[in-house]
């Protein structure tokens, strides 16, 4: 059945709160990976280089349809009788979700490449021979004896946030759905 107008306000309010918080916590990681990691590991000529960064780069962006989403959903919590903000927000909630599996499907992608690759791409920018005896120096532009189990780490946090951000735009969905009675 069709939930009342009461019910609708806090759910979709609450719905639009985690939204909030998953997308900008999920803005940072991913700024965090590209900001310590990627932008010295990107190689247009390299695959997997590429890849990352263009997961990356979809991360960033599934989050900031995320943050869209909740802020219109936040708004349509508030004022649930304007129809065009109904339909902002069931856009916003489908092309968000939508945004987020791509995001997980390509980080997912990026940590397989990552595993069987022994991090060999993530250390590309290092010409030192031995990465433990000489963790910081001029021929590495960051800290290489960390690098491989942060960004992995980094990684798994974002699919985790991810994974909520699809769980939550799909409720956010379904709530406009019965909103509109469609």
């Given at each position: 059945g069709h939930l009342d107008a009461g019910s609708?306000?806090?759910i979709l309010m609450k719905t639009g709160l985690i939204l909030l918080i998953i997308g900008h916590l999920n803005f940072i990681i991913g700024a965090f990976v590209h900001g310590t990691v990627l932008r010295f590991v990107v190689d247009?000529?390299?695959a997997i280089s590429l890849q990352y960064t263009i997961?990356?780069?979809a991360s960033v962006t599934a989050a900031l349809l995320a943050i869209s989403c909740g802020m219109a959903a936040l708004m349509l919590s508030r004022y649930l009788a304007p129809?065009?903000?109904g339909w902002g927000v069931l856009a916003l909630s489908a092309s968000s979700s939508l945004a987020c599996l791509a995001c997980l499907l390509g980080l997912a992608v990026s940590i397989g490449l990552t595993l069987g690759s022994q991090g060999r791409v993530l250390l590309a920018p290092c010409a030192i021979a031995d990465v433990a005896l000489a963790p910081v120096s001029r021929e590495c532009p960051f800290d290489p004896t960390r690098v491989y189990s942060s960004t992995l780490s980094l990684w798994a946090?974002?699919?985790?946030l991810d994974s909520m951000e699809i769980v939550f735009g799909v409720r956010?969905?379904?709530l406009t759905l019965d909103l509109l009675r469609l």
């Open positions: 609708h306000q806090r247009p000529r390299d997961a990356n780069a129809a065009p903000l946090i974002s699919l985790l956010c969905l379904l």
